[in-house]
């Protein structure tokens, strides 16, 4: 079965500085990873994905993650956070099933916090 | 192009009623996912309906039912609510059931009394 960590549930940075949001995944195949973030009574955008090309995946507003095959993570960053990234993000795995998509599986969720 | 769209927005019940929450998937997109979020929690999936059938169900209750129609546009039903249900219903499309990307609508927020 699948299944996704997100290590820390809150995470505090200043405006500026590094963003690293953490998850591990376990799939006995090839996974489909996804970044997600919510923003306050919102649904969810999609922020980036890999799906079995280029391992550093580059997504929207400066966010790029790198999928490690050797460690089963994915992990997100950015390199200077800003006010606006305040948000929660999830993290999902899913597979494909001979040609039909398998449903997301989400990761509890990190709240992401920027300080002035 | 108009994106995925639900209703309502939010919506209140009392234990034991039934509700039904509706989704407009996106242009063009034949595949429809729904999830429960609860309060400080990944969404978790509940079904998927692919040209009006159901394509994939999660670990929910007969009581969550659903519908697909030929414009592909879906509904979630649920019958006797219960105080666990209330949670942030997204409802999700995809181009097809082969496609890796979902893309979300803004939510249900059901509260059950």
């Known amino acids: ?116 | 192009e108009t994106g995925v769209t639900q209703s309502p927005t939010h919506l209140i019940k009392t234990r034991g009623q039934q509700v039904t929450l509706r989704c407009s998937s996106q242009s063009g997109h034949n595949t429809v996912s729904w999830y429960q979020q609860a309060l400080g929690q990944g969404p978790q999936f509940i079904f998927q309906y692919y040209r009006e059938e159901e394509n994939g169900r999660g670990n929910f209750p007969p009581r969550f039912s659903g519908l697909q129609f030929p414009n592909y546009s879906s509904e979630l039903n649920v019958n006797a609510l219960e105080l666990d249900d209330s949670a942030l219903y997204l409802c999700a499309s995809s181009l097809d059931r082969a496609s890796d990307t979902q893309y979300f609508g803004p939510g249900t927020r059901l509260t059950v009394l």
């Open chain 1, 1 to 116: 079965a699948q299944s996704v960590t997100q290590l820390g549930s809150h995470v505090s940075v200043s405006e500026g500085a590094l963003v690293l949001l953490r998850c591990n995944y376990s799939s006995s195949v090839p996974p489909y990873l996804f970044w997600y973030v919510q923003y306050p009574n919102q649904g969810l955008q999609l922020l980036l994905k890999y799906t079995s090309a280029a391992t550093l995946v580059k997504g929207i507003n400066g966010f790029e993650a790198e999928f490690k095959k050797s460690e089963t993570s994915f992990h997100l960053t950015k390199p200077s956070a800003h006010m606006s990234d305040a948000a929660e993000y999830f993290c999902a795995v899913t597979q494909n099933y001979g040609g039909s998509q398998g449903n997301l599986i989400f990761g509890k969720g990190t709240k992401l916090s920027v300080k002035p």
